[in-house]
């Protein structure tokens, strides 16, 4: 694992320093990324949208996960207390 995340960094080094080299390459990249975008907005806005509302569905299951676990420590403190 560690030797595709080095390959990897290097690869995005040597492009980047490609791109910072060549003006045109860079804005070329700039129209090929605009393009895309435009091209394919709305299902950025879709996929956008569909990952924010999993994320606040993810939020409030974490939030009845640790109400579930705080009021079982509770309920486990107050019998330990009970048998003492």
């Known amino acids: 694992m560690g030797i595709v995340i080095s390959g990897v960094t290097h690869a995005s080094k040597s492009i980047t320093g490609a791109l910072v080299r060549h003006p045109l390459a860079l804005f070329a990249t700039g129209v090929v990324g605009g393009y895309l975008t435009h091209k394919y907005r709305k299902e950025i806005i879709i996929v956008g ?5 999993e994320s606040k569905n993810f939020l409030l ?4 996960n640790l109400l579930d676990l705080v009021a079982e ?5 107050a ?3 009970r048998s003492e």
């Not at 299951?61 to 009845?64: I, K, S």
């Not at 420590?73 to 403190?77: F, G, K, L, T, W």
């Open 49 to 53: 949208s569909r990952t924010a509302e």
């Open 61 to 64: 299951r974490q939030r009845e």
């Open 73 to 77: 420590s509770r309920e486990y403190a």
């Open 79 to 81: 019998r330990s207390e």
